[in-house]
């Protein structure tokens, strides 16, 4: 199995910017295709963006499209999200997933493996 665990997060201005980093131990990292996905309270946890084992393939939701950016390093064995231009509506505790296949989903079902979260607040 694969331990996760998610850092980066803060308090910023809306239009700015916040890295997160996700940290993996235990199996080859490259085994697995990673996803975030955000939570805020009483909300379903909601599909951010996802990557394919090798990194070849992303997606993203409609809402963070062009302003966020998905990444790994396999050989650091860390996930990124780039996140950019935030708004208000971007506050949300974020997490990072994975799964041992190639192909990420956008479904927080299709995951084994999940991260504590990191806290992210975007003040208008």
């Known amino acids: 199995q694969v331990q996760l665990v998610e850092s980066g997060g803060g308090l910023v201005q809306a239009g700015g910017s916040l890295r997160l980093s996700c940290a993996a131990s235990?199996?080859?990292?490259?085994?697995?295709?990673m996803g975030w996905f955000r939570q805020t309270p009483g909300k379903e946890r909601e599909y951010v963006a996802g990557?394919?084992?090798?990194?070849?393939?992303?997606g993203y939701a409609d809402s963070v499209k062009a302003r966020f950016t998905i990444s790994r390093d396999n050989a650091k064995n860390t996930l990124y999200l780039q996140m950019n231009s935030l708004k208000p509506e971007d506050t949300a505790v974020y997490y990072c997933?994975?799964?041992?296949?190639?192909?990420?989903?956008?479904?927080?079902?299709?995951?084994?493996?999940w991260g504590q979260g990191t806290q992210v607040t975007v003040s208008s």
């Open positions: 990557i394919s084992r090798t990194g070849s393939r992303t």
């Open positions: 997933a994975a799964r041992n296949t190639y192909f990420d989903s956008i479904y927080s079902t299709g995951y084994e493996y």
């Open positions: 235990g199996r080859p990292f490259s085994s697995y295709a």
